[in-house]
């Protein structure tokens, strides 16, 4: 038996000395050496005695070793599992021991806190930094650069990424090797990404975006990445000449248009800029068109089905749409009541199916029979229509998520912390328009009768628990929140009040 999705990912450019990752930093790694690399990680991982199936957990900064652990995850038949640096180590605590992770290599300047949380879940716990230091940086060092690929089928489990729900506790949702491997083939094909192809990397790579969708589509076509650790537009714009095409979420894009330094002549050898994991403005879209005659090219996705829907390679590809749906992806809009499948032009739940689509959210069995159909088909809990010329558009969400600079906050996890702060009768938390992060989050706060809640404490308080991207960047404090006749919290009028909060 072959390990499907190493063999099409990894195994095929084994000896190649073509460039891969080009650093920062001047260095350029071949696919060759990359292997290497991650064929040593993966004897350090089997050192640590994990075997075929176990979570890896892995909480550090991006890196050519980080990237070389997803490889090496992959050719021992481990599970992957990345989380965000920003995390604190209670969010983290809850990953590892809800995944039952064997391994939890993390950040050597965060080790104490990280240590106990391995200790807790019976994990075993190892350190690792974007230098290369750490514990099993040590372990790898001597490995052999060649490992025999543990053999997997496509419907094994790859990686696990979790993603909050409306009632606040994350959901591991399990990626089989086919998921990850026919989105990333099928995108290839659609924007005809070759081995010429030079792609700026600059998103994490513990989210879709950056390394299923960004990283899976470059290592099939063979080309390379400009691997940077985040997002630098001056960075961006200093690698633009040597590169071929970009993908990143919006704010990428508003960012470079604030640039002065950002015109058409440097992006004239460009073949594609790719938007996704939240709205593009139309506006943004246009700006973009008028400064640099490229059009972007929006698509749309999830963690738990990839890519769905992309606009065009040829072809029109439309403001304020995504797209169609990819070929292997059957699209439906549905009556979000009765999930009745709606006509043409009619908003509603849109609901996808394919061989993107995941296998469930792990030991979580009622929570994947309420979004996953025993048909295949996956409820997005995004509305939107598909219009006369057969375009996909996104109206709004069925589910109370705010995307602040494409990274996903989930009001009711905050929400829970804040009504047991004190002299808070309860809250509410709202996403609100951001120029720069398209949306961010903000707070209202309903004050117990007499009471005056402190928005500085409180926002330290929580910053002790949840990652900082996930914090208020506003808190507001009044008497009552808004009720409708059915006594229920009105979030649309309260978005509708705060609407200008962020502008100036
Ligand atoms: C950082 N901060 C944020 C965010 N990022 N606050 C709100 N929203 C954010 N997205 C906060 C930090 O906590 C810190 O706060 C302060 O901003 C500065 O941090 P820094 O890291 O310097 O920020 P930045 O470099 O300006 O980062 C903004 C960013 C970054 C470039 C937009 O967040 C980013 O690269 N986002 C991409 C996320 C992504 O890849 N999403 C894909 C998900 P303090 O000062 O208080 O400490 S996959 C997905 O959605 C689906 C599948 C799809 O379709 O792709
Ligand atoms: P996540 O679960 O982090 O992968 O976030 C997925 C969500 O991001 C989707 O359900 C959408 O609400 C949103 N999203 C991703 N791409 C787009 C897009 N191009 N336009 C609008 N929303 C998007």
Partial sequence: MTNVLYDALFGQHAGRETPFLHL???????????????????????ACELTAGDRVALQIDKSADAL???????QAGLVFLPLNPAYTAHEVDYFVSNSGAKLLIGDPAKADSLRSVAKAAGAVFETLDAQGNGSFAARAA???????????????????????????RSKGAMMTQTNLLSNARTLTDLWQFTSKDVLLHALPIFHTHGLFVATNVMLLSGGAMIFMPKLDVDQLIEHMPRATSLMGVPTYYTRLLDHPDFTADLTKH??????????????T??????????????RYGMTETNMNTSNPFDGMRRAGTVGFPLPDVELKVTDPETGETLSQGEIGMIEVRGP???????????????????????????????DDQGYVQIVGRGKDLIISGGYNIYPKELEVILDDMPGVLESAVI?????????????????????????????????IQLARFKCPRKVIVVDALPRNTMGKVQKNVMRQTYAKVFKA
């Fill in 24 to 46: 920062i930093n001047g260095e350029t790694l071949t696919h060759a050496a990359f292997l290497e690399r991650a064929a040593q990680l993966a004897h350090a991982l089997t």
């Fill in 68 to 74: 070389a652990l997803y490889a090496a995850c992959v």
């Fill in 142 to 168: 001597d490995q052999h650069r060649s490992f025999k690929t543990v053999p997997r089928s496509g419907d094994d489990l790859a990686a696990f990424l979790y993603t909050s729900g409306t009632t606040g």
């Fill in 270 to 283: 460009m073949r594609l800029f790719i938007s996704g994991s939240a709205p593009l403005l139309a506006e």
């Fill in 285 to 298: 879209h246009k700006l973009f068109e008028a400064r640099t005659g490229h059009r972007i090219l929006e």
């Fill in 356 to 386: 993107n689509v995941f296998k469930g959210y792990w030991q979580m069995p009622e929570k994947t029979a309420a979004e996953l159909r025993s048909d295949g088909y996956f409820i997005t809990g995004d509305l939107g229509l598909i």
């Fill in 431 to 463: 996403g609100l328009p951001h120029a720069d992060l398209g949306e961010a989050p903000v707070a209202v706060l309903a004050r117990q009768k007499g009471a005056n809640p402190d928005p500085d404490a409180i926002l330290e308080t929580l910053a």
